[in-house]
């Protein structure tokens, strides 16, 4: 019982040490993962894919490690590229890259393991994606992955999306306010003009037909209205953003403070001998088993960045832990179930392949890296 209670006690301070010094970095990380998931939405960025479809895979992979969708945002994002005629290497590139990195996860890993890492695996984030989606190319264009789509649009379907796209109908706008939501008629809105889109926002100012002089008053009334406009959209904005950081802290802080716990209580029950001869440098075993054990052991970045900073101080070396993370990132439970409600085995083997085997590569390079002094 005594054991017990030291260990508990030893683990609890270690977490308060821990979390003392990273404060800072976690603040960052909840700031700007709120920013982007009150004003990033899965909608735009497939829309913003559609657009540019041009440079789709390295569009596609810039997207995924520039927003923090999880694994139920990434499979809304790839539905909404897959209900058009796009092909599947920029999917699949956004498959491999999303759930690996975000810019809050830069800076929640850069507090945890240090700038070098952080960069690090950003960046083999942004390879992986580039070589995913050209993997998906040469299989693509040789017919070896026709079918693989569980949702695709009929040709109907994107026949009309081009006739809405290049002649705007008055039909979406005329819709009743019961059958489309204010999200839907501001986004609608947007997509047809900017001069429809401020209709909506922010009133008649520029709508058909109307003089534009006509309604603005003396100049004080206009300025009045502007500041009135400028308070609502404001109001708006604000609201949405206070809601997602509540959200995000309440989240992080206890998955923080929780799973680096954990780790410390693993680290005073597995000897550190143990640790450093499974996982520690100097054994060509230790990156590859480290990738293989993340494929069904990664629970989230929440959980995983903090309780395997606590095995760091075990022994076990930063390019296993880098394999453990960007295998077990993109191939965990809920990240596998995604992509198979969307594509079918081929799709999502090429996306485990590309996660697992650049893991291991990505583990090696960190560790070189290390040894050469440049990490």
């Not at 800076?107 to 995913?132: D, E, N, Q, T």
């Not at 997602?244 to 206890?254: F, I, M």
């Not at 954990?262 to 480290?290: E, Q, R, T």
Request: charged share 10%; proline share 5%; net charge positive.
């Amino acid at each position: 019982m005594d054991f017990v209670i030291a260990l508990a006690r030893n683990s609890g301070i270690q977490t308060l040490v821990s979390l003392s010094h990273n404060w800072p970095y976690l603040l960052v990380s909840i700031l700007v993962a709120a920013v982007l998931k009150a004003f990033v939405d899965a909608d735009r960025i497939a829309a913003y894919l559609k657009r540019h479809s041009g440079a789709s895979v390295l569009t596609a992979t810039a997207a995924a490690v520039a927003t923090p969708f999880c694994s139920c945002g990434t499979t809304a994002v790839v539905l909404g590229m897959m209900a058009s005629t796009m092909p599947l290497a920029p999917i699949v590139a956004f498959m491999v890259a999303s759930p690996l990195s975000s810019p809050e996860e830069l800076f929640y890993s850069a507090g945890l393991f240090g700038w070098p890492f952080a960069v690090s695996y950003f960046g083999a984030s942004i390879v992986l994606g580039l070589a995913g989606g050209g993997i998906a190319t040469l299989l693509e264009r040789r017919g070896l992955l026709a079918g693989q789509v569980r949702f695709e649009a009929t040709a109907k379907e994107v026949a009309k999306a081009e006739c809405s796209c290049t002649a705007p109908a008055a039909a979406p706008l005329a819709r009743p306010a019961s059958a489309a939501s204010p999200v839907f008629v501001r986004h609608e809105a947007a997509a047809l003009s900017p001069v429809l889109a401020g209709a909506f926002v922010g009133g008649s100012a520029g709508s058909c037909g109307s003089d534009r002089g006509s309604d603005r008053g003396s100049p004080a009334e206009a300025a009045a209205h502007g500041a009135r406009l400028a308070a609502t959209r404001l109001s708006a904005r604000l609201g949405p953003f206070l809601g997602e950081l509540a959200l995000v802290s309440k989240k992080l802080l206890p998955m923080f403070v929780g799973f680096a716990f954990i780790g410390y209580v693993l680290n005073g029950l597995i000897p550190a001998s143990w640790m450093s001869a499974l996982f520690g440098k100097g054994h060509a075993y230790s990156v590859p088993l480290a990738a293989t054990i993340g494929l069904p052991l990664y629970i989230s970045s929440e959980a995983s960045l903090p309780l395997v900073r606590a095995l760091l101080d075990s022994g076990m070396s930063q390019g296993a832990i880098m394999a453990f993370l960007i295998a077990g990132s993109g191939t965990s439970m809920g990240a596998i179930a995604g992509a198979l409600t969307i594509a079918r085995w081929k799709v999502v083997g090429i996306v485990v392949a590309v996660l697992w085997i650049g893991a291991i590569l990505a583990g090696y390079g960190f560790d070189i890296l290390v040894a050469a002094g440049l990490a």
